[in-house]
């Protein structure tokens, strides 16, 4: 697959381990005849060690050889969380501090949650690109403020904070983006 090709969440073979682009920034040719530069952002799956890459855009990089498998998240304890696939039943189980970022936003009842399995072994989950969750505390919205777009602290079911509009208020489903952690919308 070529450099120009790559967007986040695509899973590639970089030095034969399975890399996960989390990041890309595109640097373009400063005089003629130079190549535009994509500088990519991974991580290691079997090490969690971040690794940039630097390519130009005609070189590329392959595809990682796994599984996706549909799971749902059953529960975490101080040390792991675990996952069962939809499919077949398997359970998985991964190092609590491997998601905790994902942890921020699962739920019980979370649909289109991916396991990724590489030779065999469950290596990290692949969340939705938007989730849904209940705001369980923020501060009272204040009338006569809403002539701007101000923001407010809410903290969700899930202990995330995310910077919210004025007018919503405990108890309302709210759309979080999973990749940056932003409000997006109602639910």
Same mark, same amino acid.
Do not use: W
């Given at each position: 697959?070529?450099?120009?090709?790559?967007?986040?969440?695509?899973?590639?073979?970089?030095?034969?381990?399975?890399?996960?682009?989390?990041?890309?920034?595109?640097?373009?040719?400063?005089?003629?005849?130079?190549?535009?530069?994509?500088?990519?952002?991974?991580?290691?799956?079997?090490?969690?060690?971040?690794?940039?890459?630097?390519?130009?855009?005609?070189?590329?990089?392959?595809?990682?050889?796994?599984?996706?498998?549909?799971?749902?998240?059953?529960?975490?304890?101080?040390?792991e969380a675990h996952f069962l696939d939809?499919?077949d039943y398997n359970q998985y189980t991964?190092?609590?501090?491997?998601?905790?970022?994902?942890?921020?936003?699962?739920?019980?009842?979370?649909?289109?949650?991916?396991? @990724? =399995?590489?030779?065999?072994?469950?290596? &990290?989950?692949? $969340?939705?690109? !938007?989730?849904?969750?209940?705001?369980?505390?923020?501060?009272?919205?204040?009338?006569?403020?809403?002539?701007?777009?101000?923001?407010?602290?809410?903290?969700?079911?899930?202990?995330?904070?995310?910077?919210?509009?004025?007018?919503?208020?405990?108890?309302? @489903? =709210?759309?979080?983006?999973?990749?940056? &952690?932003?409000? $997006?919308?109602? !639910?």
């Amino acid at each position: 697959m070529l450099a120009k090709e790559l967007k986040p969440g695509f899973v590639v073979n970089y030095s034969d381990a399975p890399h996960m682009i989390e990041s890309v920034t595109v640097q373009s040719p400063s005089a003629r005849g130079s190549a535009t530069l994509y500088k990519f952002r991974a991580r290691n799956l079997l090490t969690k060690q971040k690794t940039d890459i630097t390519l130009k855009g005609t070189d590329g990089l392959d595809e990682a050889d796994f599984l996706r498998r549909e799971v749902t998240f059953m529960y975490a304890d101080n040390d792991e969380a675990h996952f069962l696939d939809s499919g077949d039943y398997n359970q998985y189980t991964l190092a609590r501090p491997d998601v905790a970022n994902e942890l921020q936003y699962i739920t019980e009842d979370l649909q289109g949650m991916l396991a @990724m =399995i590489y030779n065999g072994q469950c290596v &990290g989950v692949q $969340l939705p690109t !938007a989730v849904d969750l209940k705001i369980t505390q923020c501060d009272p919205a204040v009338k006569g403020n809403s002539a701007t777009a101000r923001t407010k602290p809410a903290t969700l079911e899930t202990g995330l904070l995310v910077y919210v509009p004025e007018y919503l208020k405990e108890g309302e @489903m =709210i759309r979080v983006d999973t990749r940056s &952690g932003e409000f $997006l919308a109602r !639910a």
